[in-house]
């Protein structure tokens, strides 16, 4: 009985609190509206699994959103999506128009407009192929020492993009090795370069092993 008549003490006055409180809540959000810009990369939806965007101009749009100062201040462009719908697409070049309405963004932040209206991709057959690798060593070893042996753990990598720009590769390089000075076998940990338009390396390094001996 006391919990119900401690609730129901000055009910009105808590109703008014409440009251003010949402009202003092909206007046932060309505009061100081303030504009700005930013570079957000769109991102694909719906894409058919067996195409890959090979291009794509420009690669960021501006878009320019409206909202409370503070609100503003706090958002990353991670927070705008920009989202591309490629659904029942072909390999070619399309031009894909984006309009404010279609972009996505927190709650009480409005977009005001977008630049360009839209861009440019060129879709492509994507491709999975198996590449030798081929470490990359520079320098020499210590006086009196020679490389005997260089090899990759695994030789082979998988590697996934498209089609057309791995019919061009033969292998894939190492990130560079420096041996200048080395006087015993070397093992490291090395990633892989990788080329413009690859999609994806798998594994993304390998365990390169580099036989240094004394020379006859």
Known sequence: MKLRETLLANIWLKAAALLLAVFLWFFVLLRGQSEM???VEPQF???PADLIVAEMRPDTMSVLIKGNEFVLKRLKPSDIKVPLKL????TGRYFIR????DIVTPHHVSVVSVSPDGVWIYL???ASVMLPV???VRGLPARGFAVYKISATPDEVEVRGPKDTLDKLDALKTETIDITGINATLEKDVA???PDDVEKVIPGEV???IEIRRGK
Do not use: H, T, W, Y
């Open 134 to 136: 081929k470490p990359e």
């Open 87 to 90: 659904a029942a697409m072909e």
């Open 124 to 126: 492509e057959k994507r």
């Open 98 to 101: 984006v309009d404010a309405q």
């Open 37 to 39: 810009s930013m570079d």
């Open 192 to 194: 892989i370069k990788v």
């Open 207 to 209: 365990r390169v092993k």
């Open 45 to 47: 939806k719906n894409l």
